[in-house]
């Protein structure tokens, strides 16, 4: 039913556990249909060379980690999103569709790409969080 | 080491009825229904075979109906007693709609069915919903019972959490209430109140057989092993059951029919089975299937069988119930040493094989993955490994909210299983549930 891909994230989570001091957490999912996944986002700045050649400041992801309550596919599409996610810009990091989890992965199971949404959403709140907390600062 | 703690799911295959089986298949492949030679030596199989379900059942050979297993008997037992009540010329002129009563554990192959018959107003059905334990009260099945009732189908054993319901009392019940109905002129009490059902059917054909009766079915495919289900003790009318539960074939099983009750076949076309279900007999399924009875019954003959006691007086305590008991329970005692841990499904009234733990924080079907990685199979009613975004409707009619019943699991015992076997789950369970919720976020 599952790919190599899928039961070795599975089996082998990568990133998993909490950052105390995340600059983003996002939540996603519930108890009542059976998962749930929250993501922690280390934040800080590089310079890197825009298109023109000029160089310009960005943030990236510099840690990720994940805690997820639910399915192997849930797990294995949290642990697939992080890796996706770590070292990426911001920009680029929000950018990470469900499809491009799935297809990391080999592709879910029809009955379980929903998992993959829950992934590229969890990610998408995470950002958001941080995003808002700097508003706040 | 492969540990197969999934029989309620299915069992292997006896040997020596795959065996024998093989050898019908090669020497008697003759068309039962032929004149000649070669159908008779396939008729013949098909008799004997008819004859050892009658003796396992105490019925007679001709109650029983050969199907393709549990499903298909469940479809027939319902919609062919319902096609019945309509198909009834006199029915049609009253057009009283059948009010059916069943449970909300049952297998979806009954569950399914009645909702099907519903949705296409063809019956009123009730869905008597079972106390906390998982225990079916005969007074709630009673208290349903309106003057339009026709049938009542309730599981024997569940096959998720082994609940065993008490079908001789729901039996005698419906008894009662057919002896009243039959007083009372086809009413269930004789008290003159407006009735909204539009019950005049019953009053007007005292003659015609549903104008008196409440039909009982119930499904027996988890039972078979374990527990009396001779026709004449439960009281029911109709009763299924499935070879591939008791290390039988899969796709064959049987439908008793009691003498008398009107049923319309399903599957239409040739003559087979008494009219009740057209299609070339499986008689090398057949064969099988009885082997796996007479196989059943010897090793019952074979051991001293003692009184069950008055909780479960309906289980047949011979060596192996007794042995599949202390295996039981025995893994029952040791999962709930994991912390936030509990039993689903009554501890007395409990088929002798079957465990239904949950564990909260840890997901049903990851736990099964981690569990078959080393060699052990389970199932779980989690929404995860049920296809839907649903968790099992078992364990939700009894209460169980959905942070336990995603982390459900169940092991179905056999006569394989060993006691070593059992330990070797109590070891490896705690560190695959301490590994997710060291995963979850609500873990410790």
Same mark, same amino acid.
């Given at each position: 039913m599952y790919t190599k891909e899928v039961l070795d994230h599975f089996e082998n989570p990568r990133n998993v556990g909490e950052i105390k001091d995340a600059d983003g957490v996002g939540e996603v999912g519930n108890l009542k249909c059976g998962d749930v996944m929250r993501v922690f986002i280390k934040?800080?700045?590089?310079?890197?060379?825009?298109?023109?050649?000029?160089?310009?400041?960005?943030?990236?992801?510099?840690?990720?980690?994940?805690?997820?309550?639910?399915?192997a596919a849930a797990i294995a599409a949290s642990s697939m999103m992080t890796e996706l996610a770590k070292g990426k810009s911001l920009e680029s990091a929000e950018k990470i569709t469900r499809d491009d989890i799935n297809d990391s992965l080999g592709k879910l199971p029809a009955q379980k790409y929903h998992c993959s949404i829950l992934s590229a959403d969890a990610i998408k709140k995470a950002i958001e969080d941080y995003k808002r907390r700097l508003q706040l600062k | 080491?492969?540990?197969?703690?999934?029989? &309620?799911?299915?069992?292997?295959?006896?040997?020596?009825?795959?065996? /024998?089986?093989?050898?019908? $298949?090669?020497?008697?492949?003759?068309?039962?229904? #032929?004149?000649? #030679?070669? !159908? /008779?030596?396939?008729?013949?199989?098909?008799n004997e075979a008819r004859d050892t379900v009658a003796f396992s059942l105490n019925c007679q050979p001709e109650e029983v109906i050969f199907t393709s297993g549990g499903s298909e008997s469940n479809n027939l037992a319902i919609k062919g007693l319902i096609d019945a009540y309509h198909s009834n010329t006199d029915q049609k002129n009253n057009r009283a709609t059948p009010h059916v009563i069943t #449970?909300?554990?049952?297998?979806? #192959?009954?569950?399914?069915?009645?909702?099907?018959?519903?949705? $296409?107003?063809?019956?009123?059905?009730?869905?008597?919903?079972? $106390?906390?334990? !998982?225990v079916i009260r005969v007074e709630d099945?009673?208290?349903?019972?309106?003057?339009?009732?026709?049938?009542?189908?309730?599981m024997y054993v569940n096959n998720e959490i082994g609940t065993v319901q008490p079908i001789k009392q729901i039996a005698q019940m419906i008894a009662k209430n057919n002896e009243l109905r039959i007083m009372n002129n086809g009413k269930k009490s004789n008290v003159t109140e407006p009735n909204k059902h539009n019950s005049s059917f019953f009053i007007h054909n005292s003659g015609n057989k549903f104008a008196k009766q409440i039909y009982f079915h119930t499904d027996a495919v988890q039972a078979m092993e374990y527990f009396q289900t001779g026709v004449r003790y439960l009281g029911v009318d109709l009763l299924t059951f499935s070879a591939h539960k008791f290390y039988g074939p899969k796709g064959v099983g049987a439908l008793f029919v009691k003498n008398g009750t009107p049923i319309i076949r399903q599957i239409v076309g040739g003559n087979q089975e008494n009219k009740m279900r057209a299609g070339t007999e499986n008689v090398a399924g057949i064969a099988g299937l009885s082997a796996a009875l007479v196989k059943m019954h010897k090793a019952k003959a074979d051991s001293k069988i003692e009184e069950s006691g008055k909780l479960l007086p309906e289980l047949i305590l011979y060596d192996e119930t007794k042995r599949l008991k202390q295996l039981r329970d025995k893994l029952i005692k040791g999962l709930m040493k994991i912390p936030d841990t509990r039993v689903n499904g009554c501890l007395k009234?409990? &088929?002798?094989?079957?465990?239904?733990?949950?564990?909260?924080?840890?997901?049903?079907?990851s736990i099964l993955l981690m569990l078959d990685k080393e060699g052990i199979a389970a199932s779980s009613g989690s929404a995860c490994t049920s296809g839907s975004l649903e968790p099992s409707h078992v364990l939700t009619a009894i209460g169980v909210s959905p942070e336990w019943s995603h982390g459900s699991i169940r092991?179905? /015992? !056999?006569?394989?299983?060993?006691?070593?076997?059992?330990?070797?789950?109590?070891?490896? /369970?705690?560190?695959?549930?301490?590994?997710?919720r060291q995963m979850s976020p609500y873990g410790k």
């Amino acid at each position: 039913m599952y790919t190599k891909e899928v039961l070795d994230h599975f089996e082998n989570p990568r990133n998993v556990g909490e950052i105390k001091d995340a600059d983003g957490v996002g939540e996603v999912g519930n108890l009542k249909c059976g998962d749930v996944m929250r993501v922690f986002i280390k934040i800080k700045t590089r310079k890197v060379k825009g298109k023109s050649g000029k160089e310009k400041v960005e943030d990236y992801i510099s840690d990720i980690k994940f805690k997820t309550l639910g399915c192997a596919a849930a797990i294995a599409a949290s642990s697939m999103m992080t890796e996706l996610a770590k070292g990426k810009s911001l920009e680029s990091a929000e950018k990470i569709t469900r499809d491009d989890i799935n297809d990391s992965l080999g592709k879910l199971p029809a009955q379980k790409y929903h998992c993959s949404i829950l992934s590229a959403d969890a990610i998408k709140k995470a950002i958001e969080d941080y995003k808002r907390r700097l508003q706040l600062k | 080491m492969k540990i197969y703690l999934d029989h &309620s799911a299915t069992t292997p295959p006896d040997p020596e009825v795959a065996l /024998l089986m093989n050898k019908v $298949q090669k020497e008697f492949w003759g068309n039962a229904s #032929s004149a000649h #030679s070669f !159908g /008779l030596g396939a008729r013949n199989i098909l008799n004997e075979a008819r004859d050892t379900v009658a003796f396992s059942l105490n019925c007679q050979p001709e109650e029983v109906i050969f199907t393709s297993g549990g499903s298909e008997s469940n479809n027939l037992a319902i919609k062919g007693l319902i096609d019945a009540y309509h198909s009834n010329t006199d029915q049609k002129n009253n057009r009283a709609t059948p009010h059916v009563i069943t #449970s909300a554990v049952e297998h979806h #192959s009954v569950l399914d069915t009645v909702k099907e018959l519903e949705k $296409q107003g063809l019956i009123e059905a009730s869905y008597v919903t079972p $106390q906390k334990n !998982g225990v079916i009260r005969v007074e709630d099945i009673d208290a349903e019972i309106k003057d339009n009732t026709v049938l009542v189908s309730i599981m024997y054993v569940n096959n998720e959490i082994g609940t065993v319901q008490p079908i001789k009392q729901i039996a005698q019940m419906i008894a009662k209430n057919n002896e009243l109905r039959i007083m009372n002129n086809g009413k269930k009490s004789n008290v003159t109140e407006p009735n909204k059902h539009n019950s005049s059917f019953f009053i007007h054909n005292s003659g015609n057989k549903f104008a008196k009766q409440i039909y009982f079915h119930t499904d027996a495919v988890q039972a078979m092993e374990y527990f009396q289900t001779g026709v004449r003790y439960l009281g029911v009318d109709l009763l299924t059951f499935s070879a591939h539960k008791f290390y039988g074939p899969k796709g064959v099983g049987a439908l008793f029919v009691k003498n008398g009750t009107p049923i319309i076949r399903q599957i239409v076309g040739g003559n087979q089975e008494n009219k009740m279900r057209a299609g070339t007999e499986n008689v090398a399924g057949i064969a099988g299937l009885s082997a796996a009875l007479v196989k059943m019954h010897k090793a019952k003959a074979d051991s001293k069988i003692e009184e069950s006691g008055k909780l479960l007086p309906e289980l047949i305590l011979y060596d192996e119930t007794k042995r599949l008991k202390q295996l039981r329970d025995k893994l029952i005692k040791g999962l709930m040493k994991i912390p936030d841990t509990r039993v689903n499904g009554c501890l007395k009234r409990r &088929s002798p094989n079957n465990v239904n733990v949950s564990f909260k924080n840890a997901e049903g079907e990851s736990i099964l993955l981690m569990l078959d990685k080393e060699g052990i199979a389970a199932s779980s009613g989690s929404a995860c490994t049920s296809g839907s975004l649903e968790p099992s409707h078992v364990l939700t009619a009894i209460g169980v909210s959905p942070e336990w019943s995603h982390g459900s699991i169940r092991f179905s /015992l !056999g006569k394989h299983n060993t006691e070593e076997e059992i330990d070797r789950v109590i070891e490896i /369970l705690p560190g695959i549930i301490k590994k997710l919720r060291q995963m979850s976020p609500y873990g410790k």
